[in-house]
C-alpha cells in the first residue's frame, strides 16, 4: 500500500529557514504530480507549491521567492525549502501525490514560526 511519510517540521524563529521531506512507498510515482499544502488552525487547507511529473512549478503567491519545492525521482520524495518563514506560515504542512486517478497524503508535519 502507499504511504507519504513526512519530515522536517518544527519550531523556528521568524526568519529563520526548514527544509520538509516526503518520502512515499508502496508504487511508482514517476507520473504523479506532487505537492505540499498547508492548514492553519480554523482555516481551510491550501495549496502551497505544486510540480509536475515534468518540473513544472506552481507556488502560491504568498510564498513565491522564499519557498522552493522540488523532486527526486529516484527517492520517491518531494522536499519543500522554507526560508524567510514568517509567523503567519505557522501551519500543519501535507505533502500529496496524484496520478493515475488516485491522491495520497501524507500525515502532516507542525510547523511553528515563533520567537
Known amino acids: 500500500q502507499v504511504q507519504l511519510v513526512e519530515s522536517g517540521g518544527g519550531l523556528v524563529q521568524p526568519g529563520g529557514s526548514l527544509r520538509l521531506s516526503c518520502a512515499a512507498s508502496?508504487?511508482?510515482?514517476?507520473?504523479?504530480?506532487m505537492g505540499w499544502y498547508r492548514q492553519a488552525p480554523g482555516k481551510q487547507r491550501e495549496l502551497v507549491a505544486g510540480?509536475?511529473?515534468?518540473?513544472?512549478?506552481n507556488y502560491a503567491d504568498f510564498v513565491k521567492g522564499r519557498f522552493t519545492i522540488s523532486r527526486d525521482n529516484t527517492k520517491n520524495t518531494v522536499y519543500l525549502q522554507m526560508n524567510s518563514l514568517a509567523p503567519e506560515d505557522t501551519a500543519v504542512y501535507y505533502c500529496?501525490?496524484?496520478?493515475?486517478?488516485?491522491?495520497?497524503w501524507g500525515q502532516g508535519t507542525q510547523v511553528t514560526v515563533s520567537s
Open positions: 510540480i509536475s511529473t515534468s518540473g513544472i512549478i
Open positions: 500529496n501525490f496524484y496520478g493515475a486517478g488516485s491522491a495520497y
Open positions: 508502496g508504487g511508482i510515482f514517476l507520473t504523479f504530480a
